[in-house]
């Protein structure tokens, strides 16, 4: 996996200053994300590993974008095809918007709950998190019955597990001890 993010970085990185140059960060941001919808299906994928020649995975892959990618898009695509490159737009995609949100001063927080909270909740962990990361915060949340009770919340490497499973789950680490 780290292997792909290397080998992705200087492509995100090179389409992320392009669209920043041009003051097409969303227009960017659309084509990846088409280019690595394309590249995440299985069939794209047997194709794109199979014995073909480079030109007609370019050829198949531009075709399949169609009116989807400009000019630019379709010389990026052009250029990761001859360096054989083209599964990793995925990768290429997280990479520019993880570019874009450090430039927007934006993080993504995952809320992990056993239910739906309310929008008082929601407000009061964005605000909370806002001030500690001194970041705007995007809220991703997710509902999982097996917390117990709780909740677990995650930034990054930052982990904040107020759940009563990690709770028994330490409580029980504690009596074997």
């Not at 290429?92 to 008082?120: D, P």
């Not at 964005?126 to 990361?133: C, G, L, Q, V």
Request: with cysteine; proline share 1%; aromatic share 6%.
């Amino acid at each position: 996996m780290s292997k792909f993010i290397t080998m992705a970085r200087p492509y995100a990185k090179a389409a992320f200053d392009f669209a920043v140059e041009n003051h097409s960060l969303d227009h960017w941001q659309y084509m990846l994300t088409f280019c690595a919808e394309v590249a995440r299906r299985k069939n794209i994928i047997q194709i794109l590993t199979g014995m073909l020649t480079i030109e007609k995975k370019l050829n198949l892959f531009i075709q399949l974008c169609g009116d989807q990618i400009d000019t630019f898009g379709h010389n990026f695509i052009k250029i990761m095809s001859e360096n054989q490159r083209l599964l990793l737009l995925p990768e290429v995609l997280q990479q520019f918007n993880e570019l874009r949100n450090i430039l927007e001063n934006k993080i993504h927080v995952e809320v992990t709950s056993v239910i739906n909270l309310s929008k008082e909740q929601l407000n009061k962990i964005k605000t909370s998190m806002e001030i500690r990361m001194s970041r705007k915060v995007i809220l991703n949340c997710t509902i999982d019955k097996s917390i117990i009770a709780g909740m677990i919340i995650r930034v990054g490497d930052l982990v904040i597990d107020g759940s009563i499973r990690h709770r028994l789950k330490c409580l029980a680490g504690a009596l074997q001890s």
